[in-house]
């Protein structure tokens, strides 16, 4: 009698572990929108579309579709994500803005990110450059601060938008440095660096592949880096940090799901995207846009939302940088 019922005990375990794994939903299902809360063109853009197409490549049977949902900052295609079915069926690429900055910028978003995404990994970054006019004939930091405390009434910078990475670069360099400067916003990397280049403004902090092709036309010239370490794309051109300016900033990319999506599909999804980045074609493909492959686990993501937070809160506060 006890071996019987030894045995109907585990005849029991295994149709509940059988039956428990034929409850967790297949991935992918038919179709898979990936959301992108920028224009097509953009740097998140590329990225999704990369990530997109090779997992296409790897489940044929199923239909991935890269959709714009640009606006507000990043927040309406991420808030699209935010509100999706935890399903698999709805992913999202985002950003240090949506993802955490913009928690300090605006009075109210439509969705919280700490609660309401599920992190699956980190995907990319991209070094960010100070960049000026050559006219200036200024060849570092230091000369450029000085410059700047000499006669603060010439000097005024650009960015990509109240708000973005690019301003508030600038902003907590102009804080570091205690050389206050005039802000004016641009519609993106494009009108900023053509600014710069036509001495519109004095400086700019910009994703460096907007700027890298500029510099052999000798109209402006970058002093340093804004990467915690010098960039393999420039490795002679120093960070602000070993400059004397105590700044670190990079633009991120990454992958996310709505919250409550299941965890063996989130750890399904973020081995797949670890494959893909760290293909030698895919490697190739983004470096030429100097654009460095960096996935992650979803808890190294979450941390890494939360220490933008950290990191952006006082040059926010200090400036009194709102959006609304």
């Known amino acids: 009698m006890k071996s019987l019922a030894i045995a109907a005990l585990a005849l029991a375990l295994a149709a509940h572990a059988s039956n428990a794994h034929a409850a967790e939903p297949a991935w992918p299902p038919k179709i898979v929108k990936i959301i992108v809360p920028y224009a097509p063109g953009s740097t998140p853009d590329l990225v999704g579309r990369i990530v997109a197409d090779d997992l296409q490549a790897r489940h044929p049977g199923a239909s991935f579709i890269v959709e714009n949902k640009p606006g507000a900052g990043g927040n309406i295609g991420t808030d699209a994500v935010a509100k999706a079915a935890p399903d698999g069926a709805t992913l999202g690429i985002s950003l240090g803005g949506p993802l955490a900055i913009n928690t300090l910028l605006f009075s109210k978003l439509p969705y919280d990110p700490a609660k309401d995404i599920a992190p699956i990994t980190m995907l990319t970054s991209l070094p960010s450059v100070l960049v000026v006019p050559a006219s200036l004939n200024l060849n570092s930091v230091a000369e450029f601060v000085a410059a700047v405390k000499r006669d603060p009434a010439k000097f005024a910078f650009g960015s990509i938008g109240a708000g973005s990475l690019s301003h508030l670069t600038m902003e907590a360099i102009a804080q570091r440095a205690g050389a206050a400067m005039v802000h004016i916003p641009y519609g993106g990397s494009p009108q900023a660096i053509t600014a710069v280049i036509r001495g519109d403004v004095q400086a700019a902090c910009l994703p460096a592949i907007a700027v890298t092709p500029q510099l052999a036309g000798g109209k402006v010239k970058i002093l340093a880096v804004a990467t915690a370490q010098r960039s393999r794309f420039l490795p002679d051109v120093p960070t602000l940090k070993e400059s004397g300016i105590d700044v670190e900033s990079d633009a991120w990319n990454a992958l996310i799901a709505p919250a409550g999506t299941p965890p063996a599909m ?18 190739e493909r983004l470096e ?37």
Do not use: C, F, Y
Request: charged share 30%; net charge positive; hydrophobic share 35%.
């Open 266 to 283: 989130i750890k399904q999804i973020n081995d797949e995207v670890h494959d893909i980045l760290t293909k030698p074609s895919v490697r």
């Open 288 to 324: 030429t846009q100097q654009i460095e492959p960096t996935p992650s686990t979803p808890g190294a993501l979450r941390a890494r939302m939360d220490a933008e937070i950290k990191l952006w809160s006082d040059v926010i506060k200090r400036g009194d940088i709102r959006i609304n």
